[in-house]
């Protein structure tokens, strides 16, 4: 399976894999967000939406290891390793997202649903642990459009 693959060399490059998936399927079919960041700088980021037949955009990046050091900085600060999501909504009909990381010998994988605002995260049965996911991603997303942006002069979203 490429995913166990990638988390396999993750563990052998650097000791570090990222990756953030969000999307359902609907109207105009499987519409979703997905990039991944890898210990040796390599930034991998699609995005299908057929939305007034849009196509789909893939980017592959390279980004330096300092980079990579920050991301893995603001993963350990926010201390997501330390959270469960056994009581977080379900991935449902509306959609889900997933987030994976491995770094520091340690390999978590998160899947809920979609997020739609910090008020969906106060009514969870868990919002303390959803609102660490909630913010990590909100940082993630931002880091990556901005690389995105940045690197190939293209609106991401």
Same mark, same amino acid.
């Given at each position: 399976d ?5 988390? $396999?060399?993750?563990?052998?490059? %650097?000791d /570090?894999?990222?990756r ?7 109207? /105009?079919g499987? +519409?979703?967000?997905? *990039?991944? *960041? $890898? ?8 995005? %299908? ?13 390279? =980004?330096?290891?300092?980079?990579v ?7 350990e600060?926010? +201390?997501?390793?330390r ?5 977080? &909504?379900?991935?449902? $009909?509306? @959609? $889900?997202?997933?987030? +994976? =990381? =491995?770094? @520091? @010998? ?17 009514e969870?049965?868990? &919002?303390? @642990?959803?609102? =660490? *996911? ?17 690197? *190939?002069?293209?609106? &991401?979203i």
């Amino acid at each position: 399976d490429i995913i166990f693959e990638n988390c $396999r060399m993750a563990a052998e490059e %650097n000791d /570090f894999y990222l990756r953030y998936y969000v999307g359902h399927q609907g109207q /105009f079919g499987h +519409e979703y967000l997905e *990039f991944e *960041f $890898r210990g040796d700088g390599r930034l991998r980021y699609a995005n %299908n939406s057929n939305y007034k037949n849009d196509v789909m955009i893939r980017k592959e990046a390279w =980004v330096s290891q300092s980079v990579v050091q920050e991301l893995r900085k603001v993963v350990e600060d926010s +201390e997501i390793t330390r959270e469960d999501d056994y009581h977080w &909504p379900q991935a449902d $009909r509306n @959609g $889900r997202q997933e987030l +994976e =990381v =491995v770094t @520091g @010998g340690e390999h978590i994988s998160f899947v809920t649903t979609k997020i739609g605002s910090l008020h969906d995260v106060q009514e969870s049965k868990d &919002p303390e @642990g959803l609102r =660490v *996911f909630y913010y990590l991603v909100q940082d993630i997303k931002c880091l990556v459009f901005s690389l995105i942006g940045l690197h *190939f002069r293209v609106k &991401p979203i």
